[in-house]
Nanobody
Framework: QVQLVESGGGLVQAGGSLRLSCAASGRTFSRYPMGWFRQAPGKEREFVAAISWTGGSTAYADSVKGRFTISRDNAKNTVYLQMNSLKPEDTAVYSC?????????????????WGQGTQVTVSS
């Protein structure tokens, strides 16, 4: 079992930055590929970014490529999402997730542990 707790969300103006953190506890965190997903009101959950268990491989949604960076610190059992040049359309609840698969999964159904999420609101 893996428990995930996100933090770092908040209200920011367009063009600003936020860094989300996801602290993990439970089973060996370092063996799990990790991902970030988001869900805006009235919309389906969508993939944002993912990282392999070593941190050597990453994947991003086209909508955030070049603006967001995912990273992890296995010594601290934490994965991060640095979000720069934020836009109002980035407003959503952001959740981190852990996958039992290898590589860099990008589909929600391939992740079986989820955090509660943290709200990110970008004002125009």
């Amino acid at each position: 079992q893996v428990q995930l707790v996100e933090s770092g969300g908040g209200l920011v103006q367009a063009g600003g930055s936020l860094r989300l953190s996801c602290a993990a506890s439970g089973r060996t965190f370092s063996r799990y590929p990790m991902g970030w997903f988001r869900q805006a009101p009235g919309k389906e959950r969508e993939f944002v970014a993912a990282i392999s268990w070593t941190g050597g491989s990453t994947a991003y949604a086209d909508s955030v490529k070049g603006r967001f960076t995912i990273s992890r610190d296995n010594a601290k059992n934490t994965v991060y999402l640095q979000m720069n040049s934020l836009k109002p359309e980035d407003t959503a609840v952001y959740s981190c997730a852990a996958s039992p698969l290898l590589g860099v999964p990008t589909t929600g159904r391939n992740f079986n542990y989820w955090g509660q999420g943290t709200q990110v609101t970008v004002s125009s």
